[in-house]
């Protein structure tokens, strides 16, 4: 059962994998751009390379000759996959499903125009004339971004045509790769956004985790809560829709499926990627009987999940730097968010900081039946405590 994994990208989900692959028995050399990133701290051995350079990837993988590749971030050459692929190797969820989920324009016409799913209206643009084109059939408000990019880098809500030139210009700073086009989508008036951890194992039937809710700021994840509340009509719609593109993108692995949710309107398809998610974090508090890097192993390596299950509700709060720059950053806090019952910190171990960069979260349980929004605020305020300096 022991595999060589080659995991692309090595930040703090990529930690969190490496630790429950190597828990089953597992060998992994960890990758990023970066030397010191969490999940080489923890890796058998480690790369520091460009995954956007196909040739120094293709070098990484002759070096190693992994059995399976596991991609964790965005910014590497998707397309390289398909020759590792038909080598032989086994690629995470698969070598299609990361190619099409990395490009907003892929993934967005395949839910919509192949496969019927309910998504906001959405145009794309080249150039500033077609985003000023776009963004007028749209109306306003209207959200901007990259066609590739994470975290939020690039997305702008845009209010007014003369904020159009200042949405072009940061969408295309913050766009991944070398691909200039934007995506011009309408704004929902969602009443809540939840994550549902989607699980396609090698065989049997998809699996479905609790609904996560969660609330981002700018793109980028800020609070998670599990389960969320949502109607048993929306959860089904959620699920089939979530079913049917992952079965699309084939593959085995578990996926982050974006809703937004309006209770006027429905469920609407927003995004997805093929690895686990960073809302999922929440799941480190043992709110499920198998967390979502435990999941997302057991489904790439063929293992039995006997089921999926509420243990327990579930908070997570994260960490932000407010400094720009600094190198082996310090910590305060650390008692006092620990003397706290049922509350977990975790410090991502990452080398250097950048201003409001991720750098730990906080995770919290509670009974199942307890008070979720007093659950939420005391996650908030325990990880506020804790200062980056």
């Known amino acids: 059962m022991t595999k060589k994994i080659l995991l692309l990208g090595s930040g703090e989900l990529g930690k969190e994998f490496v630790i429950a692959a190597q828990r089953k028995g597992q060998y992994i050399i960890a990758c990023d751009s970066y030397a010191g990133a969490p999940a080489m701290q923890v890796a058998d051995e480690c790369e520091v390379f460009d995954m956007l350079d196909g040739e120094a990837l293709a070098a990484a993988v002759e070096r190693h000759r992994p059995d399976i590749i596991v991609p964790e971030i965005e910014a590497i050459r998707t397309e390289r996959l398909y020759d590792f692929e038909r080598e032989g190797i086994q690629v995470v969820p698969s070598a299609k499903a990361v190619n099409f989920t990395m490009n907003r ?5 395949l839910a919509a125009k192949e496969l019927g799913l309910k ?80 699980v396609t194992p090698k065989n049997g039937p998809t699996l479905f985790c609790p609904p996560i809710g969660h609330v981002q700021k700018g793109g980028d994840y800020r609070e998670s809560f599990q ?65 979502e890097f435990e999941l997302h192993l057991r489904a790439m390596l063929g293992l039995p999940i006997p089921r999926i299950s509420l243990e327990r509700m579930g908070a997570s709060a994260v960490i932000l730097s407010p400094i720009a720059s600094a190198e082996r950053p310090q910590y305060s806090g650390e008692e006092e968010v620990c003397s706290e019952e049922n509350t977990y910190l975790r410090i991502f171990g990452k080398p250097r900081t950048k201003l409001n960069r991720r750098m730990g979260v906080v995770v919290r349980y509670a009974p199942v039946g307890s008070d979720l929004d007093a659950l939420r605020d005391a996650t908030k305020a325990a990880a506020a405590k804790i200062k980056v300096y």
Request: hydrophobic letters at 35%; a negative charge.
């Open 105 to 109: 324009k892929a993934i967005r016409d």
């Open 119 to 198: 998504t906001a209206r959405y145009f794309y643009a080249e150039s500033y004339e077609e985003l000023c084109a776009a963004a007028e059939k749209i109306g306003f408000p209207c959200v901007v971004k990259p066609l590739m990019s994470s975290s939020g880098k690039g997305q702008s809500l845009v209010s007014s045509r003369e904020e159009l030139a200042k949405a072009w210009e940061y969408g295309c700073s913050g766009s991944r790769g070398d691909i200039r086009e934007l995506i011009v989508e309408e704004f929902i008036r969602f009443d809540s956004e939840i994550t549902l951890l989607t």
């Open 227 to 291: 389960p969320a509340p949502i109607s048993e009509e929306h959860l089904r719609e959620a699920q089939r829709m979530a079913e049917k593109v992952t079965r699309a993108l084939t593959g085995a692995g578990l996926w982050g499926v974006e809703f937004f949710l309006s209770h006027e309107n429905g469920v609407y398809f927003s995004e997805l990627s093929p690895r686990p998610h960073d809302t999922g974090m929440v799941t480190l508090a043992g709110t499920q009987n198998l967390n």
